[in-house]
């Protein structure tokens, strides 16, 4: 498997985890978010933007640390196989988006709400994230055939979301909902962005903390399916951790972006399907050919593209 070896060196671990923390806090108490108000549009476009922009000026900064020290060939393709990585994770976190849909949907949760969840569902992410990227890059780097289960995983994962591409799903049937209702002292009613309330000396949780568990699994979920995708990528893990980690900063401001017209691209799911299958099989035929992580990154860009172009096509007709 290429990238075996990770170009991350201390200090750049470092640095990384301090600008994450720096712009995690900018966000929670500069930038308004641990106020409670409706995200517009404009400010999740303008957020999305930043995002992006971020995670190109990082693997511009990588790449030209790495053309300066290690030679050009290993810099074009870290940035490559970072660019590849990035499109993937932000590409699956879109489906992230569509379940967060439905779980505040059913919920009922007010827009101005929403925010502070999803700030504690991208800190749980983060983590969750960062135990799981170390721990895979462990097992990979000793035990290098669980490569083959990671691609078989993914394949199963992407034919079943083509069947159930057009199911939405039970939330009352959610096993850990049931479980939490069953343990927890719930608190009915509205008790605005509070995730728990006193009542005659007890503590009871509201319901806006069963939608952060949801929210949180929902992201635990979600991570066991994109991680082995993107170890088909790299098994560098500076790699694997910077890309997934720009992804998943930028989850929330995607969220309220594409929150109002979910709807349009609802042949999205297809194309992430396909992904995953493209992804696993990718895997499952390294020891016959070793598809180059450029192709790699033109078959997911046309994937995503088509489906993303298709659903507008289709929606605009149905709106007709």
Do not use: C
């Not at 030209?64 to 290690?70: D, H, K, M, R």
């Not at 969840?117 to 170390?134: C, K």
């Not at 990528?233 to 890309?243: A, E, L, N, Q």
């Amino acid at each position: 498997m290429n990238s075996a070896i990770s170009i991350g060196e201390p200090w750049m671990w470092a640095a990384f985890i301090v600008f994450v923390l720096v712009m995690l806090v900018l966000d929670l108490f500069v930038f308004g978010g641990n106020k409670a108000h409706k995200v517009s549009v404009k400010e999740a476009a303008a957020w999305s933007l930043v995002w992006v922009s971020l995670a190109l000026a990082f693997n511009a900064g990588m790449w030209w640390y790495l053309n300066g020290t290690v030679g050009p060939e290993i810099a074009d393709r870290k940035a490559l196989e970072f660019l590849t990585g990035y499109l993937i994770e932000k590409s699956l976190s879109v489906d992230n988006v569509f379940v967060f849909l439905l779980i505040f949907t059913a919920f009922h949760v007010a827009p101005e709400f929403q925010r502070r969840v999803l700030i504690y569902g991208v800190l749980g992410a983060i983590v969750m994230r960062a135990i799981m990227i170390l721990a895979g890059a462990w097992v990979v780097r000793e035990y290098s055939w669980v490569l083959y289960l990671f691609g078989a995983f993914l394949v199963v994962t992407g034919m079943r979301m083509l069947v159930m591409a057009e199911k939405t799903p039970d939330l009352e049937k959610n096993p850990v909902l049931k479980f939490a209702r069953r343990h927890l002292r719930i608190a009915e009613g509205d008790h605005g962005e509070k995730f728990s309330v006193m009542k005659d000396g007890v503590r009871y949780f509201t319901p806006l903390f069963l939608v952060l568990i949801l929210i949180e699994v929902t992201d635990l979920v979600f991570a066991v399916d994109s991680i082995p995708a993107i170890f088909a990528i790299t098994t560098d893990p500076f790699i694997v951790f910077t890309s997934n980690i720009f992804a998943i900063m930028g989850l929330r401001a995607l969220y309220f972006l594409l929150a109002d017209v979910a709807d349009r691209f609802h042949l999205l799911k297809y194309g992430l399907a396909m992904v995953l299958t493209f992804i696993g099989t990718k895997m499952l035929i390294m020891p016959w050919y070793h598809v180059p992580v450029g192709a790699s990154l033109a078959i997911v860009a046309v994937l995503i593209g088509s489906s993303v172009v298709a659903s507008l096509i289709a929606t605009r007709k149905v709106a007709k």
